[in-house]
């Protein structure tokens, strides 16, 4: 199975935040019928940190800094 997916989040808020944490689970499964070839996301502002969790199947991004716009664009194919 080919697939291509790209699933944007957008957040605007009415004052400056601080120290976001967002858990992202949306990596496409590999199983007998699909695999996913490539994974990506990218967050802005872009001083995230990013980390995988204990299972390895998403990641976390933290924007421990003050913002009041977040997006994150994550794009997985095969």
């Known amino acids: 199975m080919h697939f291509a997916i ?6 605007h808020y009415d004052a400056p935040v601080t ?3 967002n858990a ?5 499964a590999t199983t007998s019928s699909q695999r996913c070839d490539e994974f990506h996301t990218a967050s802005s502002p872009r001083r995230g940190l990013r980390h995988l969790d204990y ?5 976390r991004v933290r924007h421990p800094t003050s913002h009041e716009d977040l997006t994150i664009d994550m794009r997985a194919a095969s």
């Open 6 to 11: 790209r699933f944007l989040t957008e957040y």
């Open 24 to 28: 992202l689970r949306v990596r496409p």
């Open 19 to 21: 120290d976001n944490l």
């Open 55 to 59: 299972f390895a199947r998403g990641d």
